[in-house]
């Protein structure tokens, strides 16, 4: 497995181009970001429990892995059978091309038509492009090219897990999270698929303010605010015992963040999705869930950013 380091400032990534261009670090100075990988055979094993995946042509659950588009119903292979859906889209084990390299960049490629699994699944052709940075943040950027012959539906989104806490004389329970901009939620049903129009954000949900991990665990999706400044973070992991707060900033094209915070790991995922899981269902029951359609030939770019913050020494942020 070849892997690409890039670093600059102070800090290290470190990608997989072969293994659908995960993520396994991200160091700022001392402090290690990213809850990698331990090896290629555990990424095999558990896909989507490390790194950050790369969720495309949809992110999160597709709702039995089927769904209507143009008259056309397309089936999805079920990859997580417990509830029965198709989850986090299907290059997260593809083989990404190099394109371009340099100390503190990398720019991946992935040409649907040269991968056959994703060809005989996936029946809208596409360029996926990725565009990697470090210095002063982890920059990620993503280019999608529709090099079909047809309208394609598809969404973008990525699963960045992180220490929690970042360092080992931290505790879970006290890392914080904030998401101001997440004003509304998506209710969800037994099997984690969005029921209905998003509601408000309230009680344990409602995270304007730093609010504490506690006990509590989380797999829930909130809506962003549409007016919200995306130079601000959308949300942030807050460590005071290690004086850090990573944050996530993400263009206007990602309406849409998932809390994950498991309840049998000290990890915590703050996930930027341009759409809500489900979207192309619940677009075709006429809730808009940001479904994106892409015309033959159009190009559609989007980014975000994780970055590290130091806190203040009197612990507020």
Same mark, same amino acid.
């Given at each position: 497995?070849?892997?690409?380091?890039?670093?600059?400032?102070?800090?290290?990534?470190?990608?997989?181009?072969?293994?659908? =261009?995960? =993520?396994?670090?991200? !160091?700022?100075?001392?402090?290690?970001?990213?809850?990698?990988?331990?090896?290629?055979?555990?990424?095999?094993?558990?896909?989507?429990?490390?790194?950050?995946?790369?969720?495309?042509?949809?992110?999160?659950?597709?709702?039995?892995?089927?769904?209507?588009?143009?008259?056309?119903?397309?089936?999805?292979?079920?990859? &997580?059978?417990?509830?029965?859906?198709?989850?986090?889209?299907? $290059?997260?084990? =593809?083989?990404?091309? $190099?394109?371009?390299?340099?100390?503190?960049?990398?720019?991946?490629?992935?040409?649907?038509?040269?991968?056959?699994?994703?060809?005989?699944?996936?029946?809208?052709?596409?360029?996926?492009?990725?565009?990697? &940075?470090?210095?002063?943040?982890?920059?990620?950027?993503?280019?999608?090219?529709?090099?079909?012959?047809?309208?394609? +539906?598809?969404?973008?989104?990525?699963?960045?897990?992180?220490?929690?806490?970042?360092?080992?004389?931290?505790?879970?329970?006290?890392?914080?999270? &904030?998401?101001?901009?997440?004003?509304?939620?998506?209710?969800?049903?037994?099997?984690?698929?969005?029921?209905?129009?998003?509601?408000?954000?309230?009680?344990?949900?409602?995270?304007?303010?730093?609010?504490?991990?506690?006990?509590?665990?989380?797999?829930? $999706?909130? !809506?962003?605010?549409?007016?919200?400044?995306?130079?601000?973070? =959308?949300?942030?992991?807050?460590?005071?015992?290690?004086? *850090?707060?990573? &944050?996530?900033?993400?263009?206007?094209?990602?309406?849409?963040?998932?809390?994950?915070? +498991?309840?049998?790991?000290?990890?915590?995922?703050?996930?930027?999705?341009? *759409?809500?899981?489900?979207?192309?269902?619940?677009?075709?029951?006429?809730?808009?869930?940001?479904?994106?359609?892409?015309?033959?030939?159009?190009?559609?770019?989007?980014?975000?950013?994780?970055?590290?913050?130091?806190?203040?020494?009197?612990?507020?942020?």
């Amino acid at each position: 497995m070849e892997l690409v380091v890039i670093e600059a400032r102070g800090e290290h990534a470190t990608f997989a181009p072969e293994m659908g =261009c995960q =993520c396994f670090g991200y !160091q700022v100075g001392a402090l290690d970001l990213i809850a990698a990988p331990e090896s290629a055979e555990s990424l095999r094993a558990h896909p989507f429990r490390s790194g950050m995946p790369i969720q495309f042509p949809w992110p999160g659950r597709i709702r039995n892995g089927v769904f209507t588009f143009a008259g056309r119903e397309i089936h999805l292979p079920i990859n &997580e059978p417990a509830r029965g859906h198709a989850i986090h889209g299907l $290059v997260w084990n =593809c083989a990404f091309e $190099v394109m371009s390299r340099g100390i503190d960049r990398v720019r991946m490629r992935l040409d649907s038509s040269t991968d056959a699994a994703v060809t005989r699944i996936w029946p809208f052709p596409f360029v996926l492009e990725i565009d990697l &940075e470090v210095g002063g943040g982890l920059r990620v950027r993503f280019s999608v090219r529709n090099s079909g012959a047809s309208a394609m +539906p598809f969404g973008i989104g990525a699963h960045p897990y992180f220490h929690a806490p970042l360092e080992t004389h931290g505790a879970r329970d006290a890392i914080e999270v &904030e998401a101001q901009p997440a004003k509304s939620r998506w209710p969800l049903d037994a099997k984690l698929i969005p029921s209905g129009a998003p509601i408000a954000a309230a009680g344990d949900f409602d995270f304007s303010a730093p609010r504490p991990l506690d006990a509590h665990t989380y797999d829930d $999706v909130f !809506q962003l605010d549409s007016a919200r400044d995306p130079s601000r973070p =959308c949300a942030r992991l807050i460590d005071r015992a290690a004086r *850090c707060a990573i &944050e996530i900033r993400a263009d206007p094209q990602f309406r849409d963040l998932v809390v994950y915070a +498991p309840p049998d790991k000290p990890v915590v995922a703050l996930e930027p999705y341009t *759409c809500a899981p489900d979207a192309f269902n619940l677009n075709s029951r006429g809730i808009d869930a940001g479904m994106l359609t892409l015309a033959p030939g159009a190009v559609f770019e989007a980014g975000f950013e994780i970055r590290a913050a130091e806190l203040a020494n009197s612990g507020r942020s």
